[in-house]
């Protein structure tokens, strides 16, 4: 079993729609957690940390449930400019604290 | 642009070649890790170095080592390539700690025939 699994996608979805992207991780000592967003043949980048109490950043939300080993991300009035791959992070605990990403969620918000 | 470079931006070799992959950390900070990224894959924890020690590895065979050098830059070195290293090489540098933001750099695309 992955470390980290994220529904493969790829979505497709007009502008204007909410979309949400699921990821489950297996260890659960995991630390901290992450989305990142990867423009294609680009670097991965920041989005935003994900906290248990959930938190907001403008059109995006994310949700983590430690108990499920859950974590979400909401996109509202997707734009076009959105259109790239999701990838969910985890540092699982151990001293290195690298970051373990799923193997990402491909987004196309079309005209 | 996060202030961490990679070199060279593309490399094609052949196998059984070696290869050498450079990073420049942003600057003031001391940890850097890579990371393998495969076609359609996230990208794949190989080594990260805390001043010029590698305090973690990933799941990689020997002949990925690394470098770290007191200006906190660091090397990428893959000996006897296969095919199955092409991939995107990507590092990213931090403050370290467990929460600290990585940076990424652009990456090196390596190709082996």
């Known amino acids: 079993r992955k470390e980290v699994e994220q529904d493969p996608g790829p979505f497709n979805v007009p502008e204007g729609a909410t979309v949400a992207f699921n990821c489950t991780y297996s260890n659960s000592a995991s630390q901290s957690f992450f989305w990142y967003r990867q423009d294609c043949r680009k670097e991965p980048k920041l989005l935003m940390s994900v906290y248990s109490s959930g938190n907001e950043d403008g059109r995006f939300t994310a949700q983590l449930n430690r108990a499920s080993q859950y974590i979400s991300l909401l996109i509202r009035d997707s734009k076009l400019s959105d259109s790239a791959t999701y990838l969910c992070v985890v540092i699982p605990s151990g001293s290195a604290r690298q970051l373990t990403f799923g193997s990402g969620t491909q987004l196309t918000v079309l005209p | 642009e996060t202030g961490v470079t990679q070199s060279p931006t593309h490399l094609i070799k052949t196998r059984g070649q070696q290869v050498t992959l450079r990073c420049s950390s942003q600057s003031g900070h001391n940890t850097v890790s890579w990371y393998q990224q495969a076609l359609g894959q996230g990208p794949q924890f190989i080594f990260q170095y805390y001043r010029e020690e590698e305090n973690g590895r990933g799941n990689f065979p020997p002949r990925f080592s690394g470098l770290q050098f007191p200006n906190y830059s660091s090397e990428l070195n893959v000996n006897a390539l296969e095919l199955d290293d092409s991939a995107l090489y990507l590092c990213?540098?931090?403050?370290?700690?467990?929460?600290?933001?990585?940076?990424f750099g652009p990456g090196t695309r390596l190709t082996v025939l």
């Open positions: 990213a540098s931090s403050l370290g700690g467990p929460t600290n933001e990585r940076f």
